[in-house]
C-alpha cells in the first residue's frame, strides 16, 4: 500500500472463525490495518456513533445476520449520518441479497466463504478498496 498510515477496518460479525479466517486473509493480501472487531448490531451501533464524531473508520465489513440489530438496520443508520455516509462498506453474509448495492450503496458484496482461498480473494478486494479511497481522498486534498 502506498499509504503509509494504516487504515483502520471495522468487521461486524458474530462469528469468531469469520473473523480469525478475514485477519489470515489481510495479512496475505499485506492490508496494513487496525481490524476492530464488533459482535453484534447494538455494539457495532454505539461505536459507528461515537466514531463519527472523530475519526471514522477507513472501512466497514458488515455481516447481515447480527444480534440486536440487523446489518439492514444498520446500514440505514450509517447512511443517514453524514461523517459515515461516505464510508465503504462491503457485506458478507450467508445469503445473498445483492439489492444491497443499490439501495445503500454498498461497495461490495460477498457470500460468505467456506474456504481460505475464498477469505483471501476478500483481502484483496479490501486492500483495492482501500487504494481507490486513498487515491480519491488525496485527489480530494483531503
Avoid at 450503496?105 to 484483496?124: N, Q, R
Wanted: with cysteine; aromatic share 6%; hydrophobic share 45%.
Amino acid at each position: 500500500m502506498t499509504n503509509q498510515t494504516k487504515k483502520r477496518i471495522v468487521v461486524i460479525e458474530d462469528n469468531a472463525p469469520d473473523i480469525f479466517l478475514l485477519e489470515e486473509a489481510l495479512a496475505q493480501a499485506h492490508v496494513d490495518c487496525d481490524l476492530i472487531s464488533l459482535s453484534d448490531g447494538e455494539q457495532a451501533r454505539t461505536y459507528l456513533m461515537n466514531s463519527a464524531h472523530g475519526h471514522p473508520p477507513d472501512l466497514l465489513l458488515l455481516d447481515l445476520n447480527l444480534p440486536k440489530l440487523n446489518g439492514r438496520e444498520l446500514l440505514e443508520l450509517i447512511r443517514r449520518q453524514p461523517a459515515l455516509a461516505c464510508v465503504p462498506v462491503v457485506v458478507w453474509s450467508s445469503f445473498s441479497d445483492k439489492r444491497l448495492i443499490e439501495q445503500f450503496g454498498v461497495k461490495y458484496f460477498f457470500t460468505k466463504p467456506c474456504s481460505l482461498d475464498a477469505f483471501v480473494e476478500i483481502g484483496e478486494v479490501i486492500r483495492g478498496i482501500l487504494a481507490e479511497n486513498s487515491a480519491l481522498t488525496a485527489a480530494a486534498g483531503k
